[in-house]
């Protein structure tokens, strides 16, 4: 069994910028995140897949970047130029499989969450 620990959420104002990190208690191949916003379906953001590439969602690409240190076993989320619509619970995700991609059920570890709010 993996453990996910997110860190890094808070509030922000449009435009500014956060990290967040989130620590593996073990080893794991893709490591993704999402984000849920209160009323909403959890959706994709972006992942960094075991072999090096990284991939992302159209409504992050260009803002967002995922970066990842396996000896630590921890992946991180870079979001600049923030916008209101970014708040939400933002969710690390990893899984051991060949292959993970956009469906929840892709992968097989979750953390709790860490909000981020952005204000206008």
């Known amino acids: 069994q993996v453990q996910l620990v997110e860190s890094g959420g808070g509030l922000v104002q449009a435009g500014g910028s956060l990290r967040l990190s989130c620590a593996a208690s073990?080893?794991?191949?893709?490591m993704a995140w999402f984000r849920q916003a209160p009323g909403t379906e959890r959706e994709f953001v972006g992942v960094?897949?075991?072999?090096?590439?990284?991939g992302y969602s159209d409504s992050v690409k260009g803002r967002f970047t995922i970066s990842r240190d396996n000896a630590k076993n921890t992946v991180y989320l870079q979001m600049n130029n923030l916008k209101p619509e970014d708040t939400a619970t933002y969710y690390c995700?990893?899984?051991?499989?060949?292959?993970?991609?956009?469906?929840?059920?892709?992968?097989?570890?979750w953390g709790q969450g860490t909000q981020v709010t952005v204000s206008s």
């Open positions: 995700a990893a899984s051991r499989r060949n292959y993970s991609y956009r469906a929840i059920s892709d992968y097989d570890y």
């Open positions: 073990g080893r794991t191949f893709n």
């Open positions: 960094s897949w075991g072999g090096g590439s990284k």
